[in-house]
């Protein structure tokens, strides 16, 4: 949920300050929509109902229903990033690498993250911007604990940019399974079985 500060001292600051204000409305009613019914059911007017802002102002903010799908699907990402970072922190770089990567997938448990990412965005955004999305947050997260758990002596050193993209394409595969199995909790308990005997292939302690 966007918050913005009301602290203004001029006409402009409050049009900039209700600008920010209005694009944050969108995004949250779109993201909420996106998430409950699906980009294709989803219309513009039940997004500027939903926000209370006219459909001008949504094509002041965004060039179109696609362009406020696309920010909508970055801020997933960069949520979903930011929960898993605060695992990756751990104390235990070992477990904190695992458990990161077990909340990635586990986020993609929730129907809304699961309908916006892995049903909708290919379809939407084409699977180079959804790549690029995709690298800019996930990938950059997982390398950060990478090299922390490389550091800490827990895995043996590799190069990591492909090693993050190896794991994160797993690991993305693996949300694709999820998402099709009818158990998606039994399949989720799988996937983050098989994700910690990857790991536990580079892992330094593995080969005393």
């Not at 459909?55 to 929960?83: N, P, T």
């Not at 695992?98 to 993250?113: E, F």
């Not at 050193?157 to 492909?162: F, H, K, N, S, W």
């Not at 797993?170 to 999820?178: D, K, M, P, R, V």
Request: net charge neutral; charged share 25%; with cysteine.
């Amino acid at each position: 949920m966007h918050t913005v500060s009301m602290d203004v001292k001029s006409p402009r600051d409050k049009r900039v300050v209700q600008g920010e204000v209005t694009r944050a409305a969108l995004i949250d009613a779109a993201r909420e929509l996106f998430g409950n019914q699906g980009y294709a059911d989803t219309s513009t007017d039940e997004i500027v109902t939903r926000a209370g802002v006219t459909k001008g102002a949504l094509y002041h903010h965004f060039r179109g229903k696609d362009d406020l799908f696309r920010v909508v699907f970055e801020q997933v990402q960069r949520d979903v990033s930011d929960q898993a970072v605060a695992e990756f922190l751990g104390p235990d770089s070992w477990k904190a690498l695992v458990n990161g990567c077990d909340l990635w997938v586990r986020a993609h448990l929730d129907a809304s993250v699961r309908r916006i990412v892995m049903q909708d965005a290919r379809a939407v955004l084409g699977a180079d911007e959804v790549r690029a999305i995709e690298n800019r947050y996930g990938v950059v997260a997982l390398r950060g604990a990478l090299r922390k758990a490389m550091h800490a002596g827990v895995l043996e050193r590799q190069p990591l940019r492909p090693l993050a993209l190896l794991l994160m394409g797993a690991l993305t595969e693996g949300c694709f399974y999820i998402a099709d199995e009818s158990d998606p909790a039994a399949a989720q308990i799988a996937i983050s079985d098989l994700t910690t005997r990857m790991l536990s292939a580079f892992r330094t302690a593995a080969r005393e």
